[in-house]
């Protein structure tokens, strides 16, 4: 795992998803600093959580990473010196996704936290940045399993993720009800709600969503795991 | 996990319309065993379905009585070098080897790496990374990686590409001493004298059919008495000496082209006896005298040909 870790993070594209990782900040940066006087700190904090950190932010930085765990090992032959080995493919998978897990904390996580201190301001309070903080975790989980088995399974992972990302998540999901219970985002979202009843409506409650998005990572872990075993590789 | 290192019952592998590999059935046992064929026969399918990296469209695979995609306990047995990529390239050697054989569960993975570098010989090249490594010294590395949990079965894909000349005469020594061990080691190349310099038994494969399996001399007769076509040109009655020749017990046919003649011998040996004293008896003189299709590819296109003969 840790070797992973060092592959995802040690990259050029780190840099570029770090610079995405802090479009949140700088907008709470330029909010803070401009102090709109019709706005309150918690509608811009709930609206930018909601609607550009989880779904899209963080959602687009794990699934980079989650793709790039197998891919990049794909692509340049790595991938076969793993998998003829002893190893349980769950295992590999197990530790691929973590890698492209905690790869993905280490950029929203800070992130999060900072737009959180710098857009709340004096209206701060730890469960408005830790309830959050657990939607973005958890729905990053589910974001680099899925990321990871769909690099197993396609050879366009990146932009089948993206699709579902912009298309689904980001546009019919938000308007069709029954669409959201199968959009990552929309759970990792429900934790928004939890802090701060000015946020949308949940789609589910804390622990429903919780349960969904491991169930997700666990399904999507397995699925990449049978995809390592049985699938054709380079 | 007991049975034969690698059995392949009624095999085919097609991708869409090209088939790679059609209907193989053979079994390989422990000794070195050269899979012989040009750029696309069918090598590197056949590697890969032994590695566990593809399934087969048609037919079972089996390495040590098990399907290594379902039973991936097996690769505590297996050592594999692939055609292409390099492990980890990011890493240095030592490192890529005691990953290896932590990744195989070896108890002294320190101890086992530092053997296995030292037996391909890059003992003094360990610490640095391997992506500065030369395309010899990266093909080391797998085989290092391959060997460092003592294989029973070990799957080399080319593994003598791109190395020297004396590289090149070790890793063929290293790998006629594993076979010699008893391990089963499987090696595919497209050059033949490289394949008997270290394989006791050959499989050769052309356009994805196994056309001939056996022992590396018997592989070799084969080829060297496949009937052989000779291009002559001689000054003088060449019809003559077209008489002279087919009066003998050489030749097997003759044709007359633009005065050139193409002759047809199954014993190339005796025709080169032969041809200078029917040409004196013609009252000819040889002007030049060359062998037709004698380059690898027809030797192939013979073989495929008399493997199509005997099934039908």
Request: net charge neutral; glycine share 8%; with cysteine.
């Amino acid at each position: 795992m840790m070797l992973t870790l060092r592959a995802l993070l040690f990259q050029r594209r780190t840099v570029v998803l770090a610079l995405i990782a802090v479009a949140p900040v700088v907008t709470a940066v330029v909010y803070a600093a401009a102090k709109p006087a019709d706005s309150s700190a918690t509608d811009f904090y709930s609206g930018i959580v909601e609607q550009l950190f989880v779904p899209t932010i963080g959602a687009l930085v794990a699934l980079v990473f989650g793709v790039s765990a197998f891919g990049d090992e794909r692509e340049d032959g790595t991938i076969l010196y793993l998998v003829a080995t002893p190893q349980a493919r769950l295992d590999l998978v197990a530790a691929k996704v973590a890698a492209a897990w905690i790869a993905s904390l280490v950029l929203l996580v800070p992130s999060l936290v900072l737009t959180a201190l710098l857009g709340l301001g004096e209206s701060v309070t730890a469960g408005r940045i830790l309830w959050p903080l657990a939607g973005v975790v958890l729905s990053a989980l589910a974001y680099c399993a899925a990321s990871a088995w769909l690099s197993l399974r396609t050879r366009r992972p990146v932009v089948i993720g993206i699709i579902y990302i912009l298309l689904w998540e980001g546009s019919i999901a938000t308007f069709a009800a029954s669409a959201a219970k199968l959009s990552i985002a929309a759970y990792g979202r429900s934790f928004v709600a939890h802090a701060i009843p000015e946020a949308s409506a949940p789609v589910a409650g804390v622990a429903a969503s919780a349960a969904v998005l491991v169930l997700i990572a666990a399904a999507a872990s397995w699925g990449a795991a049978r995809s390592l075993g049985h699938g054709e590789l380079p | 996990m007991s049975g034969r290192a690698v059995e392949f019952t009624g095999v085919s592998r097609w991708y869409g319309d090209t088939v790679s590999l059609a209907d193989v059935t053979f079994t390989v046992e422990p000794g070195v065993t050269g899979l012989l064929g040009h750029n696309g026969a069918g090598k590197s399918t056949t590697l890969k379905l032994c590695a566990g990296f593809s399934t087969p469209s048609a037919g079972t695979v089996r390495v040590f009585g098990v399907d290594p995609r379902r039973t991936p306990e097996v690769y505590r047995r297996i050592g594999i070098v692939p055609d292409h990529g390099a492990p980890w390239p990011f890493l240095t050697a030592r490192s890529v080897i005691e990953l290896s054989a932590r990744l195989h569960k070896v108890s002294d993975h320190r101890s086992a790496a530092a053997e296995a570098l030292e037996t391909v010989d890059l003992t003094g090249d360990a610490d640095r990374p391997v992506r500065e490594f030369s395309h010899g010294m990266t093909q080391r590395v797998k085989l290092a990686q391959a060997l460092v949990h003592e294989p029973d079965l070990l799957l080399l894909d080319e593994p003598l590409n791109g190395l020297d000349p004396t590289q090149r005469a070790h890793a063929i020594a290293l790998l006629t001493r594993l076979g010699a061990e008893g391990r089963t080691v499987v090696v595919s190349s497209h050059v033949l004298h490289e394949v008997e310099r270290m394989a006791d038994r050959v499989l050769v494969l052309v356009n994805g059919h196994l056309v001939a399996e056996g022992s590396t001399p018997a592989i070799r007769r084969l080829i060297s008495d496949r009937p052989r076509r000779v291009e002559v040109t001689a000054a003088g009655n060449v019809r003559a000496l077209a008489r002279e020749l087919l009066a003998g017990d050489d030749v097997e046919a003759v044709r007359l082209a633009d005065g050139t003649l193409e002759i047809e011998t199954s014993n190339p040996a005796s025709l080169s006896r032969a041809l200078p004293l029917a040409a004196t008896r013609a009252d000819t003189l040889l002007e030049l005298v060359r062998p037709v299709g004698d380059d690898l590819e027809s030797v192939y296109a013979y073989l495929h040909e008399r493997a199509r003969g005997r099934a039908r």
